[in-house]
């Protein structure tokens, strides 16, 4: 079992930038692909990054290439979202999750965080 913690969402102006951590506790998040899932009001969960075991593999969702990256530290068992060029559509509740498999499907991944909100005010 692993118990993920998100941290760093809050209100942004567009253009402007924000990093989100997610902290694991219970197992060590070396084993585990990890990703970042986002749900704005009334639209399902969708993906947003993901990340293999060792930094080797990396995708995002095509609305946030080029603006968010997602990287991972292993011996911190932190991985992390840098946020850049927020758009108001970037708003939503942020999660992090940890899969044994890489995929960009919610449904792969078995320990999610409770999600932190990122709003972006036009």
């Known amino acids: 079992q692993v118990q993920l913690v998100e941290s760093g969402g809050g209100l942004v102006q567009a253009g402007g930038s924000l990093r989100l951590s997610c902290a694991a506790s219970?197992?060590?998040?070396?084993?585990?692909?990890m990703g970042w899932f986002r749900q704005a009001p009334g639209k399902e969960r969708g993906f947003v990054a993901a990340?293999?075991?060792?930094?080797?593999?990396?995708d995002y969702a095509d609305s946030v290439k080029g603006r968010f990256t997602i990287s991972r530290d292993n011996a911190k068992n932190t991985v992390y979202l840098r946020m850049n060029s927020l758009k108001p559509e970037d708003t939503a509740v942020y999660y992090c999750?940890?899969?044994?498999?890489?995929?960009?499907?919610?449904?792969?991944?078995?320990?999610w965080g409770q999600g932190t909100q990122v709003t972006v005010s036009s």
């Open positions: 219970g197992r060590t998040l070396s084993r585990y692909v």
């Open positions: 999750a940890a899969a044994n498999g890489y995929s960009g499907r919610t449904s792969s991944y078995d320990y």
């Open positions: 990340i293999s075991w060792n930094g080797a593999r990396i």
